[in-house]
């Protein structure tokens, strides 16, 4: 490790610095004391990520920056206890690779969930999901991107839904993973209370996590994945910082709804709208669905799993690779399966931008319901 706080290849670091030259002063500029600002990187499994801390109005924000920034954006967004790190197994599977291959993968980390993050004040005002989605906003400016793809799960996908109905012009479409358009009912309601007054006294005792189990895959039902339960019953029980997250979970708690509504096209972009089968989330997928319009969203149920993209990455994958496809993006054929150069075909002809009369395409290869 350098000065810097970089890992990892050292021409990867110097392209990446050049780059970031264009929404930031270059890193010889600056100071010492402002060294804090500087990216840090961790490796995601196969990938590196460089970490940044973005300031927005209400406060800092980590981003974890995976790809080269002059591709197209793609914004991720997680779920409750969780952070950007959930989505490492969905980008390292192996149908990923030709779109991390055309895109730079932009992870949005919600105040306080990184890790290593300290501790929130009890004083802090948390930002409600409003107010969380419109902190995508500074990304954009940071990075210089106009438009991006949204991809996020849970509460990830509210904070996203909301942010692209406010500001269509500024996104190209939507990926969302157990995505709820609706306020929760007074049961819910007063679960949702309990447990954060649980964990801002108690830490992550038992019943705090029962409720992020409970969140993420319902009554775990006998057909969910042991070992998967198990991972995330552990992953949960040491959370190190349960306050921050007590925090995130009190105000998606209090979210308001969507306000959608098919007949006034509430939603003016492309939504892919997925649930796992044996989530907690399908009714709420489903009524999402019927608020949108039918010729600009496609609903996916995911059988034998939950958490879709730790259970199922190769299926989610496929489905996300046909969504971009359908938004005129990425090669139609995966990697994998390319054919060999010959005089007519080679590797040469795949084209990754999205204007490409090559792979343009007229409709959602994906626009009617499907499960899987």
């Given at each position: 490790m350098d000065n810097f706080g970089f890992v990892g290849d050292e021409s990867y670091f110097e392209s990446f610095a050049e780059k970031f030259r264009i929404c930031g002063s270059p890193f010889v500029e600056i100071p010492n004391s402002q060294r804090s600002e500087l990216p840090s990187t961790r490796r995601f499994s196969k990938h590196l990520c460089f970490e940044l801390h973005i300031n927005t109005d209400r406060g800092r924000i980590l981003v974890a920056v995976q790809g080269d920034t002059m591709k197209p954006a793609i914004v991720t967004y997680h779920d409750l206890g969780l952070n950007y790190l959930s989505f490492e197994s969905f980008f390292n599977h192996e149908d990923m690779q030709d779109i991390l291959d055309n895109f730079c993968v932009y992870h949005m980390n919600a105040p306080g969930q990184e890790e290593g993050a300290a501790t929130l004040p009890e004083n802090y005002t948390y930002p409600t999901l409003d107010e969380l989605a419109s902190q995508i906003k500074y990304v954009q400016a940071r990075f210089g991107f106009k438009t991006f793809?949204?991809?996020?799960?849970?509460?990830?996908?509210?904070?996203?839904?909301?942010?692209?109905?406010?500001?269509?012009?500024?996104?190209?479409?939507?990926?969302?993973?157990?995505?709820?358009?609706?306020?929760?009912?007074?049961?819910?309601?007063?679960y949702f209370k309990m447990t954060c007054r649980m964990m801002r006294r108690r830490g992550m005792c038992e019943s705090a996590v029962e409720f992020l189990l409970w969140h993420h895959f319902g009554r775990i039902p006998e057909e969910c994945n042991p070992n998967v339960v198990s991972k995330y019953r552990y992953q949960f029980a040491n959370i190190p910082n349960p306050v921050n997250v007590a925090m995130f979970i009190d105000v998606f708690g209090k979210r308001q709804d969507l306000r959608l509504s098919r007949d006034s096209a509430t939603m003016q972009i492309p939504v892919l709208n997925i649930v796992g089968a044996l989530s907690p989330f399908v009714d709420a997928t489903v009524t999402f669905n019927s608020r949108l319009e039918p010729s600009m969203s496609a609903w996916m149920k995911i059988s034998d799993s939950s958490m879709v993209l730790e259970e199922e990455p190769g299926k989610a994958a496929e489905a996300f690779r046909l969504f971009l496809q359908g938004e005129g993006y990425v090669s139609p054929i995966p990697k994998k399966i390319l054919l060999p150069r010959s005089d007519s075909i080679h590797s040469g002809d795949r084209r990754s931008c999205r204007h490409s009369p090559v792979i343009r395409i007229t409709e959602n290869p994906i626009s009617e319901a499907v499960a899987c």
């Open positions: 793809i949204g991809l996020g799960v849970g509460a990830g996908a509210n904070i996203l839904a909301r942010y692209a109905i406010n500001n269509p012009s500024k996104m190209e479409g939507l990926a969302l993973i157990n995505c709820t358009s609706t306020q929760l009912g007074w049961l819910d309601w007063a």
